[in-house]
């Protein structure tokens, strides 16, 4: 079956960035997202990129996609305090459910 | 505007009680979903309905039913509750045809 797995948990200084990675086994994967998840919270959806995109970036956050290495990372610039959640990393095959990775703890330290 | 809502947030029940959550998405999506996430934070798909029909059954118990009773609503029922129901119960919805899904805030339920 599929198989999503990140680190489980990274630390990093205010302002320095923040690269969290993931790795899948999924050949058929369509599409892959970054989820964050503050304590006690939902999941918010952050970003998510189509699986024939190399890079997606929306203002802080760079998403890289090496299909032929099935990895994905997700790096934050500027790295803020309000940036410590769980982040998780997802995968979907065309329209059908997500398959979630275990979640990095990302703790930022001013 | 919420737009996907779960009720209730919290639920503390004794083992062996029958117990509900509620989910209500506003945003006419057509497919919605449940997830698990356990006490170590993996998440893990239960369920899923399309335009009220259940698509997706993983390997969940039969204690747990999800009930359809239009496309905005996908509520979960869960029988003889036992210590391991203990989670947060995340519901989600999106379009079929789309590729993001937008989750609820959860439902953390506690099974003493």
């Known amino acids: 079956g599929e198989d999503v797995e990140q680190s489980l948990f990274l630390s990093v200084r205010e302002g320095d960035s923040s690269v969290i990675n993931c790795t899948y086994t999924?050949?058929?994967?369509?599409?892959l997202y970054w989820y964050k998840q503050e304590p006690g919270a939902g999941l918010q959806l952050l970003t998510y990129?189509?699986?024939?995109?190399d890079m997606k970036q929306d203002q802080r956050l760079t998403v890289l996609l090496n299909k032929k290495d099935k990895h994905l990372s997700l790096r934050i610039a500027d790295t803020q305090t309000g940036d410590s959640a769980i982040y998780f990393c997802?995968?979907?095959?065309?329209?059908?459910?997500?398959?979630f990775g275990k979640g990095t703890m990302l703790l930022v330290s001013p | 505007d919420t737009a996907v809502s779960q009720t209730p947030k919290y639920l503390v029940t004794q083992m062996g009680n029958d117990k509900s959550i509620k989910c209500e998405q506003n945003?006419?999506?057509?497919?919605m979903y449940w997830y698990k996430q356990d006490s170590k934070k993996f998440l893990k798909i239960m369920f899923s309905?399309?335009?009220?029909?259940?698509?997706i059954n993983e390997t969940v118990p039969n204690r747990f039913s999800p009930k359809s009773p239009d496309k905005a609503h996908l509520n979960l029922h869960i029988n003889s509750l036992e210590l391991g129901d203990s989670a947060v119960y995340f519901c989600?919805?999106?379009?079929?045809?789309?590729?993001?899904?937008?989750f609820g805030p959860g439902t953390r339920l506690l099974v003493l």
């Open positions: 989600a919805s999106k379009y079929r045809v789309e590729e993001t899904q937008y």
């Open positions: 999924d050949s058929s994967s369509t599409y």
């Open positions: 990129i189509f699986s024939n995109m």
């Open positions: 997802a995968e979907s095959e065309g329209y059908s459910t997500l398959t």
């Open positions: 945003l006419g999506h057509d497919t």
């Open positions: 309905y399309n335009n009220k029909e259940l698509i």
